[in-house]
């Protein structure tokens, strides 16, 4: 059987219980976030601490960039490699 020294285990065990505490806590402020409840983006503020304006004006651009991002990924593009392939088969016969 394998041995181990008190101290390894003792302190395996310490940082087992420190790793899922931090889990836990994480999961307490970002599960909605990860469940897809909310937007990363939104969430509570103190009133006195923020200005409405700007984040009006960084919640618009956030949401310009993703819908510029959404639009871009479903454009159809033309790739040339297929013909650059047919066109080296062609030199080598």
Known sequence: PLTTNAWHTNGGIAMGFVCWMWVFY????????????R???????????????AEDKHFEYLHAAWDKHAADTLKVRDDDDDDDDDEDDDDDE
């Open 26 to 37: 994480r999961a307490k402020h970002d599960l909605p976030v990860v469940l897809g409840l």
């Open 39 to 53: 937007h990363p983006w939104e969430h509570e503020h103190d009133d006195e601490l923020h200005d409405d304006q």
